[in-house]
């Protein structure tokens, strides 16, 4: 069973910066695409960056654009997420998700099978 460990979240101001980090125990990771979720209080989940398996294509939400920024250490089984400019709208739980299938790690990405962190909560205040 791949376990994913989802780290970096925690409560900052608006325009304040975070780092996501999450580990996954699988040894082949570096053939997953990577993607970062996320759920608000009362929302549904939703997507907000993914990367493919060899980290040389992302993809984005229109909303964390030109803000968050995804990447990963294929060395070391981890993909990251970098967010500036916080927003009391991005507060949520932000959960990881590795995925293998054809290639893509955009919104529409459907994977053949796909693996979940437990999540790391965000909070962003006014």
């Known amino acids: 069973q791949v376990q994913l460990v989802e780290s970096g979240g925690g409560l900052v101001q608006a325009g304040g910066s975070l780092r996501l980090s999450c580990a996954a125990s699988e040894r082949t990771f570096s053939v997953y695409a990577s993607r970062w979720f996320r759920q608000a209080p009362g929302k549904e989940r939703e997507f907000v960056a993914g990367?493919?398996?060899?980290?040389?294509?992302?993809y984005y939400a229109d909303s964390v654009k030109g803000r968050f920024t995804i990447s990963r250490d294929n060395a070391k089984n981890t993909v990251y997420l970098q967010m500036n400019s916080l927003k009391p709208e991005d507060t949520a739980v932000y959960y990881c998700?590795?995925?293998?299938?054809?290639?893509?790690?955009?919104?529409?990405?459907?994977?053949?099978?796909?693996?979940w962190g437990q999540g790391t909560q965000v909070a962003v205040s006014s």
């Open positions: 990367i493919n398996w060899s980290g040389d294509s992302t």
């Open positions: 998700n590795i995925g293998l299938g054809v290639e893509g790690a955009g919104e529409s990405y459907i994977p053949d099978y796909d693996f």
